[in-house]
């Protein structure tokens, strides 16, 4: 008998961006680069691209909502349509790109490879890269939107593991600092690029595993401290550093709480648990209601047992999140 | 029975789609590469149909003879052994698949968000029915009455003489897969949600098997239409719909797969069931509950496809290297 042989995921990079912050410039240059790789494109805005020879494949957006109990659980039908259908000719390239049109919202992208079987087993989603155009993005971050209407610059930025800072050289270096400022204080877990004329060097892109849970925290916990204290509808990032065990039964109540009453609001979540008796650190990731987590490495003996993790969302209480998490230690031995 | 697995053809790409020729004497298959073949059985003789820009998605062959094809190009094309090609109709989106209804006079294509109704009877009628939603299936009622579409909100049945919609099984999910039992008692659609969910054909009653640990994409009738069986991650599920149906029972299952089972069909006479799996075996089980198959067949990859001849005597296997494998009689 023969078996099947070991599945080697294909990564997924996900561009997301207003029109007009440059993600077709970088688009063309991530496909005529002498990268060495060969790179399949999933592209949401019609016609914009015309590479000969490239693996390139116009897609439609179609938000499909998912019967599973996750009351915001949406997925993107089209998406696991076209990604079936690129798997079943894998040996032709080495990378996906997917880019979302100016509007999309990142969630049912991510989602999508947390939700379905296939595309769990054979793809991995490296990162999500949200390109944005120094000159314009506080007026879109500013924009007041209807009720119930999501701003959409925001949320880019909110679900992103980089942001290309485009189009620096239109700017002052005030400018600059204060669009690097307010994006830190959206989302402090993202690394951010300066880039003119998208002109980038793609290591920083691609091959990131932002969604890789052995890699999940490649941040700055300390940093993460400093991000403001809010209550209000607006974006922010809290990052916690515990010291000390958890207890087993109670962490897992915990993470009920959490996604239970807290996904809706939560954007994204990385971090790492020390549990009671484990001699390995837990880590986790999210999107929404949505979770994935696993032991990792053991904990090495000169490393001190301590609880990190991020949040990005809306109406994320510091104060709370800390006291529910500080009520699952178990008392120091 | 004795049986021998031979390579008759291959494509340049995955084969998508299979189908017999009414009398069991040709294949046509469909390749990811564009390529769309008919293969003679025993010759293996091929004859190349005109190509689909992008790749081969589905294919079909009337009882009348005429072969369809559809593909990520939009078109879906028609083609006589007699006559060459007799028709070319074009739709916008891929055509995700396309049938015959039993009688051979019209086709349903799902292609994007539209399902496309064609008349093969000379008059060269064809209706778009937009469905507003990506159309992943179709299948038709036993009496060529209906013809049924799954889209991301349920099951939507349009009658070819009516052309309106005539009747929806809403459901508020997307529908993957579509079988319509050959008695046109039941229905069972596969969902993104990893559920099945069966109807009654004709009065819209329904009932749900859940629990599968990922999206159902392939599930199938015996030819008596008294049990449905059901493919996933890890084997092949097998429910019965004799009597009071399987409302509170348990499934049979088929054990021995080491991967996604792709594709499975029951024999004619309904004693044999086959299975591909991605662990690049072909297994025939005889029954619906087994600890191991009969036979198995190493195709040398992925398995994306297969059909029992009409008169069960061989099977046709379509798979991921583009290679195409007749399984017959030993003698």
């Known amino acids: 008998m023969s078996t099947s042989e070991a599945v080697v995921k294909v990564p997924v990079t996900v561009l997301t961006g207003f029109l007009g912050s440059g993600k077709t410039t970088l688009l063309n240059y991530l496909l005529t680069e002498q990268h060495g790789q060969r790179i399949a494109v999933i592209e949401n805005e019609f016609g914009e691209i015309g590479i000969d020879d490239a693996l390139v494949i116009d897609a439609e957006e179609e938000i499909f909502e998912m019967n599973n109990g996750c009351i915001c659980c949406t997925v993107r039908g089209d998406l696991i349509r076209i990604l079936g259908n690129l798997m079943a000719r894998r040996d032709r390239f080495d990378r996906i790109v997917i880019e979302t049109t100016g509007l999309a919202d990142p969630a049912p992208v991510a989602q999508t490879f947390f939700v379905d079987d296939e595309m769990r087993s054979q793809l991995a989603l490296d990162a999500i890269v949200t390109m944005v155009d120094a000159r314009h993005i506080l007026q879109h971050l500013d924009e007041v939107k209807p009720e119930g209407v999501e701003n959409e610059a925001l949320e880019q930025l909110a679900f992103a593991d980089r942001v290309i800072l485009n189009k620096t050289d239109l700017v002052t270096a005030d400018e600059l600092a204060e669009v690097e400022r307010r994006i830190r204080s959206i989302n402090s877990m993202a690394e951010i690029i300066p880039a003119s004329f998208a002109k980038i060097d793609l290591d920083r892109i691609l091959g990131v595993g932002a969604f890789d849970l052995a890699r999940v925290l490649e941040f700055d916990p300390k940093f993460l401290e400093e991000s403001e204290h809010q209550h209000d509808q607006s974006v922010t990032s809290v990052g916690l550093e515990i010291a000390g065990e958890v207890d087993p039964v109670k962490i897992n109540d915990w993470l009920s709480w959490l996604l239970g009453e807290k996904g809706v609001d939560i954007f994204r979540m990385k971090g790492i648990v020390a549990i009671a008796g484990e001699d390995r650190r837990f880590v986790f990731q999210g999107v929404h209601m949505l979770f994935d987590g696993e032991p990792d490495r053991p904990w090495q003996p000169d490393e001190d047992r301590t609880n990190r993790m991020v949040f990005i969302g809306r109406n994320l209480d510091r104060a709370e999140l800390t006291q529910r998490f500080t009520d699952c230690l178990v008392a120091a031995r | ?331």
């Open chain 2, 1 to 331: 029975m004795a049986l021998r697995a031979q390579r008759i053809s291959g494509c340049a790409d995955r084969i998508a789609a299979l189908a017999w020729s009414p009398h069991g004497n040709a294949v046509v298959a469909g390749s990811l590469s564009g390529e769309t073949l008919v293969v003679d059985k025993t010759t293996s003789e091929s004859i190349k149909l005109a190509e689909h820009a992008l790749g081969t998605l589905s294919v079909d062959w009337s009882p009348g003879g005429v072969v369809a094809s559809g593909g990520q190009d939009g078109v879906v094309r028609l083609w006589s052994p007699t006559t060459g090609p007799v028709g070319r109709v074009e739709g916008s989106g891929w055509c995700q698949q396309l049938r015959w209804d039993p009688s051979g006079r019209h086709l349903a294509a799902a292609v994007g968000t539209d399902l496309i109704v064609v008349d093969a009877d000379g008059s060269g009628g064809e209706r778009h029915l937009g469905l507003g939603s990506t159309v992943t299936a179709v299948a038709w009622s036993p009496n060529g009455l209906r013809v049924g579409a799954t889209v991301y909100g349920g099951i939507r049945w349009f009658e070819p003489g009516v052309g309106e919609e005539v009747r929806s099984f809403d459901w508020k999910g997307s529908m993957l897969s579509l079988a319509v039992a050959p008695t046109g008692k039941w229905v069972a659609a596969g969902t993104q949600e990893g559920t099945v969910r069966v109807y009654r054909l004709w009065s819209a009653d329904d009932l749900e098997m859940t629990g599968y640990p990922g999206k159902v994409t392939v599930l199938g009738w015996t030819p008596d239409g008294s049990r449905l069986s059901v493919a996933d991650t890890e084997g092949v599920t097998t429910w019965n719909f004799k009597g009071r149906g399987p409302a509170g029972t348990r499934p049979d299952s088929l054990s021995g797969h080491d991967g996604r089972v792709t594709a499975l069909q029951w024999s004619p006479d309904r004693r044999l069931i086959v299975t591909g799996c991605t662990d690049h075996l072909v297994r025939v089980y005889s029954g619906s509950k087994r600890a191991k198959p009969d036979e198995v067949f190493d195709v040398g990859s992925e398995i994306s496809t297969l059909a029992w001849s009409p008169n069960g005597s061989s099977i046709a296997v379509g798979a991921a290297d583009g290679s195409l494998w007749m399984i017959s009689s030993a003698r």
